[in-house]
């Protein structure tokens, strides 16, 4: 999928940049916070676990870690934290699904109705898109392992697919399998270099170079909302869109 895949590159380029700037903390503290509410121990808790990856691999202080757990579970500073979803659309027709973690409802309404409307988007309402997307587990090793071994291990545990590509392979599970075919994975020695629940669509819209441009515009825009933690699109990315650097 293409237009997936650099809107992908666009993020992982985007996350390295904001690191640099602490940014990154921000959202991932927020992630950590809202998911040590199912518990605040990892091993029992899988959405936190992949929180507490997020914030290892932006190395991120254990205070900071202990805080948002602590925050999160009850068992230190009380905070409201809420999830909220957004659901519209945007330039070209395009479905676009906004998954935020805010501590105040009405500023983030007001920032992505803003961001919708200065792209020339619309907010939609709930149900309007949301029908559209998935979630999914999914998991990226390296292309250094055995392509076999690493299906044989992964279907065993509990995978549904996996494909390969030029950075290596991409495992996909149910979310609730995703945690158990990590492991599986790991006791074999086999790393994993990302894994994420990740909301996909299920049916693509082709975009040209133009139309591309527009649709990265209002996903950047949006990406860089301080409430904002994960943008979604539809809209797939054309072949010779060139990203800027």
Do not use: C
Request: proline letters at 2%.
């Amino acid at each position: 999928m293409a237009g997936h895949s650099k809107w992908a590159n666009i993020k992982h380029r985007k996350a390295r940049q904001d690191a640099s700037r602490g940014k990154v903390w921000t959202k991932v503290i927020r992630e950590i916070t809202v998911a040590a509410k199912g518990g605040p121990d990892p091993a029992d808790n899988p959405r936190l676990r992949l929180a507490l990856d997020k914030a290892n691999a932006s190395n991120m202080p254990k205070d900071n870690i202990k805080r948002a757990i602590q925050k999160g579970s009850g068992t230190g500073e009380m905070g409201a934290i809420e999830e909220i979803t957004f659901e519209g659309y945007g330039p070209n027709g395009v479905a676009i699904l906004v998954e935020t973690m805010t501590d105040n409802r009405n500023r983030t309404v007001a920032d992505v109705r803003h961001a919708f409307s200065k792209f020339g988007g619309n907010l939609g309402t709930d149900g309007s898109v949301a029908y559209l997307f998935n979630k999914i587990g999914v998991i990226n090793i390296a292309s250094s392992y055995d392509e076999d071994t690493v299906m044989e291990i992964a279907l065993d545990a509990g995978a549904d697919d996996m494909s390969s590509n030029e950075d290596g392979y991409e495992v996909v599970t149910t979310p609730i399998n995703l945690g158990k075919v990590i492991e599986a994975l790991s006791a074999s020695n086999i790393e994993t270099l990302e894994a994420e629940v990740a909301t996909r669509a299920d049916i693509l819209v082709d975009l040209d170079v133009e139309a591309s441009e527009k649709v990265l515009k209002i996903m950047n825009f949006m990406d860089d909302l301080d409430d904002v933690q994960e943008v979604h699109t539809n809209g797939e990315f054309a072949d010779d869109f060139e990203i800027e650097e």
